[in-house]
């Protein structure tokens, strides 16, 4: 095992602490651990938080800051953050407009973000939970009744976080999100296995000329092992079982992220976005936006993940609003 | 060879058109290829452009744009762009305010740049050029005479964009950036080796308990094969070698780049920033501004380099300007 660490068992914090020290516009608070945009609420406004288990950064620490998450919750690595590290995140955060969770479909999440919910609900605070399931790969999967969330979740958090800054009341920032969800489908490739610091031993094993086709960002299975074959043929492949789901139509917009799951390199990351821009292309479909680079990843797995998001100009309104995180960082062009 | 890409030897051409396609802030040429901030001259500034090998994504293309750079000139996978290639993108953008080349010290950048200055110079285009050799591994290394540059490239091209944009003449703004480059020593460590594509074999050879200390960004040899060890130790012998150079003094400001090589997940990057806080607070110098990722890689290469930049006040004053650029995009925080 390789890696730049110190104690396998003191990444998360080690790595939380250098937050600290790089991102001034992040608060990073210890035992339980979690980070919020500042240390003043944002009275008046929903209060957006989400988190899950750590090897996944930039997600979810990393899009912490105006116009997306008040709060982000982060777990050992590949767990589930606890229902009371939750409820004291959000109990740091929350105002009178409200709470809403942002939670990928993983079983460990669900069950304490719900118990975080149940817990601020009696206390009063108006809670709403939003599930993230964009992962067309399998419909259950390790840790997971039903599809898996992945790259949807970048979109879902930065659309809410907008609507959430525009003022809109708690069921309509919940109504968003979730119309974000239901718009939205990714899938994944994984060439090689991450491993946990603490385990020190490949999630998975896999040959030298062969892909997970469909692969969680945990390096759950996928669909099928499958050949490594040419970027635009794997592309193809990914395409066309994200619009079995979609099913785009010729004048659709969309939102795009090609993902990279931790270890691979910008340039390839461009290869697979030549390619997206030849799909949308050759179906008419408008490609109104596109992220590329590493934003939910898995350690150092490489491959990637294709995300795509059927938008209205609504979505896209909301989309392009100001936004001020470590990693996602703009202003509306004028 | 585990590549998302088609055939090996279009990888530069279809990342360029990725690029293209998803950044329409950059204007992307091909054949000869280059990438500009746009289409139209910005007159009365000076221009600046660099360029270099590619497989060092985002550098140097993603750093083209408003208070940054004019144009970027890619080259073949770890190979100098030609000096007519950098001679058309510097006609695309130069103006009466002359041109500033920002040049990494590798003996084929440095000869096809210093040709490209010379045919600027000879159609009466004031052309200043600048050496970035921050890399304080080793005085000579394989395409290197003297040191190499790493990562101070991007502070170079951040202080002396900002200086470029706010209207100083060329002679000053060459200063300015001979300065940061003076003030910066950066150095790397490779935990396992990147693959040409067109050359399919990894650079060098290094065993699963080894790294190379001093690593340059295409693989060469640094100063020694080390063990692996954990991230306090090698990044104290990381800023041991650094200070040796800098010689920082109590009260000293600095900004820090930890950079990726390519193949290094973020979660380790940030373990990394915390030892780097650590030791600017042990050593009571102020750590005014950090940037943690990848954005100087040398393919899939695992590892990181860390740069330091002492900076003095009108210096940080530019690093804080605004910037809106793929990768450095903000506006100063009033």
Not at 97 to 111: E, M, Q, S
Not at 310 to 315: A, G, H, N, W
Request: charged letters at 20%.
């Amino acid at each position: 095992m390789k890696k730049l660490i110190n104690d396998p068992t003191a990444v998360v914090g080690d790595a939380l602490d250098g937050m600290a020290a790089v991102h001034p516009s992040l608060s990073v608070h210890r035992n339980p651990d979690y980070v919020t945009r500042d240390d003043a609420r944002n009275t008046g406004k929903v209060a957006l938080i989400s988190g899950g288990g750590s090897g996944h950064e930039p997600l979810h620490c990393g899009f912490v800051g105006k116009g997306m998450l008040d709060a982000a919750v982060p777990g050992a690595i590949f767990a589930s953050p606890s229902a009371n590290q939750i409820h004291e995140a959000a109990k740091h955060v929350a105002t009178d407009a409200g709470v809403l969770f942002i939670v990928k479909n993983y079983t460990g999440d669900r069950l304490n973000f719900q118990m975080a919910a149940d817990l601020l609900r009696s206390s009063g605070i108006d809670t709403e939970v939003v599930i993230v399931d964009d992962d067309v790969a399998v419909e259950d999967s390790t840790h997971t009744a039903g599809r898996r969330g992945t790259g949807a979740t970048v979109v879902v958090e930065k659309i809410a976080g907008a609507a959430a800054e525009a003022g809109l009341p708690l069921a309509e920032v919940a109504d968003i999100a979730r119309r974000v969800n239901d718009n939205s489908a990714s899938i994944g490739i994984a060439l090689t296995s991450s491993i946990v610091p603490h385990i020190g031993q490949p999630n998975f094993d896999i040959g030298p000329d062969e892909i997970e086709f469909g692969v969680g960002i945990h390096g759950e299975p996928g669909r099928r092992r499958a050949a490594l074959r040419p970027a635009a043929e794997l592309f193809t492949d990914m395409a066309n079982a994200i619009n079995s789901e979609l099913e785009l139509q010729t004048g659709d917009e969309v939102i795009a992220i090609v993902n990279g799951l931790g270890g691979t390199p910008l340039i390839e990351l461009y290869v697979m976005a030549n390619e997206l821009a030849k799909f949308t292309e050759q179906h008419g479909i408008t490609l109104s936006r596109a992220l590329v680079g590493s934003y939910v990843t898995a350690l150092e797995m490489t491959g990637c993940t294709i995300t795509l998001t059927r938008v209205t100009s609504d979505l896209l309104d909301y989309w392009d609003a100001t936004v001020d995180t470590p990693v996602l960082n703009w202003t509306p062009t004028s």
